[in-house]
């Protein structure tokens, strides 16, 4: 099948926070229909879903009870079937969120399957991605079950193969309805080590990432289910190596056609722990992507991204959302677009929307945000102190709701939101994406160059100036092509030797002139030859 996805953007919907088409605060499948033809403007081949099936949401979606329903607050299945044609009749394709690492505990399987989940009769010392322990004792049963996220969210057991039937069956159902592909969240736990053991820390990841069994079980997904229909799939899959990701994207593994790695979102961190906070050094993240970039070159795919609904917004974690907003969001779009994989842009990225600072935590939904308040309020650290992680990291960043209009709530509903708007909706809104001079319109160009430009997707990486811990470039060759990508990361002027060729995009008005170039704050070109 041809590989279709390599010269693909990705647009992913966070549908909560999209579009509320009813006016009860909350982003629906109604929503996005409305938005359709905003997002064929700008170019995007696939549009991936964030769940909406039904779910009580203790996770915002990601605890599903009923894989075969859509969530009453984002409408009906025939909303989803009139969203799911509207986005064919326009030549792009819809992918959907599969999460079977969990379910809900209000799932039909928890209650009439138990042996679908995992039990012991006793709990290791594993902690949650959400805070507190991983195992919560059910009374009913005398044991406990695993969960590595909520306690609302417990782990599916793949070893036992009916669970794995129910699951393909369930994949199937999605695809002959039409659908043209799997975003699988956190796909690398699905296998458990069987004995489990207390862990250093009670980080018990080496326990359940990549485990033993895990590409024996996508082999058999992919010869049951994904081989047989036209598709794309992606694994979310924290803890991977490129050499892993090698096993589970190269084509003849017949897996997965690529994967979402964490590496370069973990550069700002001072420690294993996401909220210790730490300034970005560009080396790092030069030094990553090129490991990456090179890793899965000849084998294998990579996924590119700076966003999507777990991250916090880019131009204001690398860029600069104050002086120089609209400069660096273009500039962080070009690092990213002109590098050898597949694109993903996560809604308002392509306005340079930016973090939020909400002052109270009763602001604030998401449960792992609020969970950690809790946890080290209790210890006694300071409101402002926690406050300043959860504006620099928190998930409810990425949520807040699209901001299409200067209108109340920027146009998102005409009610309350679910989650409050970012007061700067009145000046970073969709209404600014006719302008040429707009991010938007930028990103429709990145867009373009990748599904004309053969070099995008074929071209060899390679770093330039490895030691600058302001400028991110490298070259993309192939054949006798040359694309040379200069990215100004501060807000000082920058020296850099002028390249053969000539500007094929920048986001400053072109320099005509001879000898070295200064690049401007945040500045981006890329040449050409």
């Known amino acids: 099948m041809a590989e279709w996805w390599k010269k693909s953007t990705?647009?992913?919907?966070?549908?909560?926070?999209?579009?509320?088409s009813d006016g009860d605060g909350i982003g629906d499948i109604r929503g996005i229909i409305q938005k359709l033809d905003y997002l064929h403007e700008l170019g995007v081949d696939i549009l991936w879903l964030s769940p909406v099936y039904d779910s009580p949401n203790d996770d915002n979606g990601y605890d599903i009870r009923d894989y075969y329903q859509i969530m009453k607050e984002f409408g009906t299945m025939a909303d989803f079937d009139e969203l799911l044609e509207g986005v064919h009749a326009r030549g792009?394709?819809?992918?959907?969120?599969?999460?079977?690492n969990h379910t809900s505990d209000e799932h039909e399987w928890f209650k009439n399957h138990p042996d679908f989940y995992i039990w012991r009769d006793e709990p290791t010392n594993w902690r949650s991605f959400f805070s507190g322990s991983t195992w919560e004792f059910e009374k009913e049963r005398g044991q406990y079950y695993l969960h590595l996220f909520s306690k609302k969210?417990?782990?599916?057991?793949?070893?036992?193969?009916?669970l794995r039937e129910a699951v393909y069956e369930m994949m199937r159902w999605w695809l002959d309805k039409g659908v043209d592909g799997f975003r699988m969240d956190v796909i690398n736990m699905i296998?458990?080590?069987?004995v489990m053991h207390d862990a250093p820390g009670g980080d018990g990841s080496h326990q359940f990432m990549n485990g033993p069994n895990v590409h024996t079980y996508l082999r058999e997904m992919n010869q049951q289910v994904l081989s047989q229909y036209d598709i794309v799939t992606v694994g979310e899959m924290p803890g991977t190596t490129p050499k892993e990701a090698r096993e589970y994207t190269a084509a003849e593994n017949r897996e997965l056609n690529m994967i979402f790695t964490f590496e370069h979102m973990g550069l700002d961190q001072a420690s294993g722990e996401k909220w210790d906070l730490k300034p970005l050094e560009l080396t790092d993240l030069k030094e990553n992507l090129e490991k990456w970039q090179h890793g899965l070159h000849d084998e294998g795919w990579n996924s590119l991204y700076w966003n999507n609904h777990d991250q916090p917004r880019i131009v204001s974690r690398f860029g600069n959302d104050t002086d120089y907003r609209v400069e660096s969001a273009k500039m962080l779009a070009t690092c990213l677009h002109f590098m050898q994989g597949t694109p993903y842009i996560y809604q308002g990225e392509e306005l340079g929307m930016t973090n939020v600072r909400f002052d109270s935590i009763a602001d604030y939904k998401d449960i792992e945000t609020v969970n950690m308040y809790a946890e080290k309020s209790e210890v006694g650290i300071p409101h402002a102190v926690i406050m300043e992680k959860i504006h620099v990291k928190s998930r409810d960043n990425a949520r807040t709701p699209m901001q299409w209009s200067a209108e109340p709530n920027g146009g998102f509903t005409t009610g309350t939101p679910w989650l409050k708007v970012n007061p700067n909706y009145t000046e970073i809104n969709a209404l600014q994406h006719k302008d040429p001079e707009s991010i938007y319109q930028y990103y429709?160009?990145?867009?373009?160059?990748r599904k004309d430009m053969d070099i995008i997707?074929?071209?060899?990486?390679?770093?330039?100036?490895r030691e600058d811990d302001e400028l991110f470039a490298y070259t993309r060759s192939w054949n006798d092509e040359l694309l040379t990508v200069y990215c100004n990361f501060s807000d000082q002027p920058k020296a850099a030797a002028r390249p053969e060729g000539h500007v094929l995009i920048g986001n400053y008005s072109a320099d005509a002139g001879e000898g070295d170039i200064l690049l401007r704050p945040y500045e981006a070109v890329v040449y050409y030859k």
């Open 444 to 449: 429709k160009k990145l867009i373009g160059f």
């Open 153 to 162: 969210q417990p782990d599916l057991n793949w070893d036992n193969p009916e």
């Open 92 to 100: 792009m394709k819809l992918v959907m969120d599969l999460v079977v």
């Open 457 to 465: 997707t074929h071209g060899n990486f390679e770093l330039q100036y």
């Open 10 to 20: 990705v647009y992913q919907i966070y549908p909560r926070s999209f579009m509320d």
């Open 191 to 194: 296998s458990k080590v069987p």
